[in-house]
């Protein structure tokens, strides 16, 4: 039986295909259209899952929708018609593209697809709980789901097991954690629906000296977790901006140009708003183990993300296990749809997958080297054969330890935001100068960002205060202490930046954390093998692993992707597949400002 999940129409379009209730292909349309966050019908994603598994649209039993459109749309009319007439510009804007478009997903995939076959929708966090907990290794597990809205609901506490899942409580629109963490977002000039992971790698360099203000004048917070926004400061519910001019009051002034220098306000008002969501997220756990009985938590929406939070509930010690769907977001709500019809709708049974059902979020595309060959001769003037994997492994280990920036392009592409070491620019996190030569020179971004320390799973507990798996990148934790350094306590806002803080400098933020990626023999052997022939070169079993691309541009695909990222950035290797291939310098971007120009905002 195979089964077609599908999210579009708001952020992240995607999707995903289940097989007999295995997860055999997942992949957002951005990849392929190369506009990042893109929200379209996604019909490149839908031909590739396709062609992938050998099917026809005629081989499908079942195509699932991610939430329920005309629930939705109630919601917002009910919106507008409740802050009516002050809702009108932005309902003038909204509405025409629902009654011409999304309202009409069914007939839009029977058209598009060519499909005739049975339709399924389930609600918007029915699509996340499942995303969570059927591909997690539980056999019980409580659910918890928080993001800016579905159809209604926020967030959502629920439960597992075996092959039912159960939303038990929600909270409602307009009370949402995702949308007061994007209304901060926003307030601190930065894109909302992508620049939350900024704001929360902004906030260890500020003091969250609002966090009162918040708490007393923005949320009513209850013990259980669930809360109450006062309005008053938003303008999400009538308007087209997230704050107004009330909450910019509050705040000490307008909201932070995009682009324009960070101040100590931002800094301090992105740590006042992560301590408020972790607090939130912390509450919401406590009350989801009080409730479910179990001792395992799955975790899915956009809040999800949140890897900071994350890593506080894991330390809290609520539950004895925690499994986060990689693909937190909208996207995955793809991959839930298609097993929420497997496992309720067809009542199908389920048999946990060890170590979990998503395959390493491993799920896209694959570029073998025939592939590659051909493409490097026809398209490229750089005449190179496949090393064999040994040797290839040997000289990419040598390159790195040697201080070069390496674009790691191999096997299938991942689902979700992260990297995994399939489409990954890896460097040496021992070096005291690699964060700013990849923000500047490589990523075209902002220079406080932190990078990501991938380790081998045997290792982590030698590198890192984790002691447990984090293999989609979803927990950050403490830099083990024998490696840290002592620092300047005086030294405040970005100028924290330059301290060193440990033996691993490119991986430790300024609060001495790490976003961790522990990596497997199981799940990638080649990224695992590569980690190891660089710890026999270096006695360090820790790389460098952030996403290939660059700024405003979605994690590359194609080998096309990735030679166009190589070569328009100051990149020195790229490997992919067996072939090493080392830039002439003659081939160097001299002027990377012409890049820079040519980026779309991130």
Request: hydrophobic share 40%; with cysteine.
């Amino acid at each position: 039986m195979h089964i077609l999940g599908i999210s579009c129409y708001y952020h992240d379009a995607a999707v995903a295909l289940v097989t007999d209730g295995k997860l055999v292909a997942a992949v957002q349309e951005e990849r392929f259209t190369r506009i990042k966050h893109d929200q379209n019908y996604p019909v490149n994603a839908i031909a590739w899952c396709l062609q992938h598994a050998g099917l026809s649209v005629e081989d499908l039993d079942a195509v699932a929708f991610y939430d329920k459109p005309f629930l939705k749309f109630e919601r917002i009319l009910e919106t507008y018609l409740a802050y009516a007439p002050a809702g009108i510009r932005s309902a003038w804007k909204a509405l025409p593209v629902w009654i011409k478009q999304k309202l009409w997903i069914s007939e839009h995939i029977r058209t598009e697809l060519g499909y005739n076959g049975e339709l399924f929708y389930p609600e918007h966090h029915e699509s996340h709980a499942a995303s969570a907990f059927f591909p997690s290794p539980f056999a019980d597990a409580a659910i918890v789901t928080m993001d800016g809205v579905g159809e209604w609901a926020t967030s959502s506490v629920g439960f597992g097991q075996d092959n039912r899942i159960r939303l038990q409580q929600e909270l409602h629109f307009p009370h949402s954690l995702g949308l007061l963490y994007s209304a901060f977002t926003y307030f601190t000039g930065f894109r909302v629906n992508s620049g939350e992971y900024k704001v929360m790698g902004l906030a260890p360099y500020g003091k969250p000296v609002y966090r009162a203000r918040i708490l007393d004048e923005l949320v009513d917070l209850r013990e259980d977790g669930s809360f109450r926004l006062n309005m008053c400061y938003f303008g999400y519910g009538s308007g087209l901006t997230m704050t107004n001019r009330h909450f910019a009051r509050l705040f000490g002034g307008p909201p932070r140009k995009p682009e324009s220098p960070l101040t100590r306000r931002e800094m301090d008002l992105a740590a006042s708003i992560q301590s408020v969501t972790e607090e939130v997220m912390l509450r919401m756990a406590r009350h989801a183990r009080k409730t479910t009985g179990s001792r395992n938590l799955c975790l899915a929406g956009g809040v999800a993300l949140n890897c900071v939070g994350n890593g506080k509930i894991q330390r809290d010690g609520i539950f004895d296990r925690i499994w986060i769907q990689p693909a937190a977001g909208d996207a995955g709500g793809a991959v839930g749809a298609a097993l929420m019809t497997w496992h309720h709708y067809f009542d199908n049974p389920r048999v946990p997958a060890e170590p979990d059902g998503m395959m390493g979020a491993l799920l896209g595309p694959e570029f073998g080297t025939d592939n590659i060959r051909t493409f490097l001769k026809e398209k490229t003037s750089y005449n190179v054969s496949p090393l064999s994997e040994e040797q290839m492994l040997q000289r990419t280990a040598e390159l790195l330890a040697g201080g070069k920036v390496v674009g790691w392009f191999q096997g299938r592409m991942e689902f979700g935001p992260r990297a995994l070491g399939g489409r990954s620019i890896l460097g040496d996190p021992r070096s005291e100068k690699m964060q700013k030569t990849l923000n500047l020179k490589i990523k075209y971004r902002e220079s406080f960002r932190p990078f990501a320390p991938s380790v081998t799973l045997e290792k982590v507990q030698d590198y890192f205060e984790l002691n447990e798996p984090s293999p989609y990148m979803l927990l950050v934790a403490d830099v083990a202490h024998r490696l840290r350094k002592p620092v300047d306590a005086a030294v405040e806002g970005l100028d924290k930046l330059y301290q060193i803080r440990s033996e691993l400098p490119a991986i430790t933020h300024v609060d001495g954390s790490a976003r961790i990626q522990t990596v497997d023999r199981a799940r990638n052997p080649r990224y695992h093998a590569l980690i190891t022939a660089f710890e026999e070169r270096t006695g360090c079993p820790v790389l460098i692993n952030t996403s290939f691309n660059v700024r405003g541009e979605p994690i590359v695909c194609s080998p096309e992707d990735a030679w166009r990222c190589f070569m328009h950035t100051d990149m020195d290797v790229l490997v992919m597949d067996r072939f090493v291939i080392e830039k002439h310098p003659e081939d160097r971007l001299a002027d990377p400002t012409e890049t820079i120009a040519s980026l779309q905002p991130d």
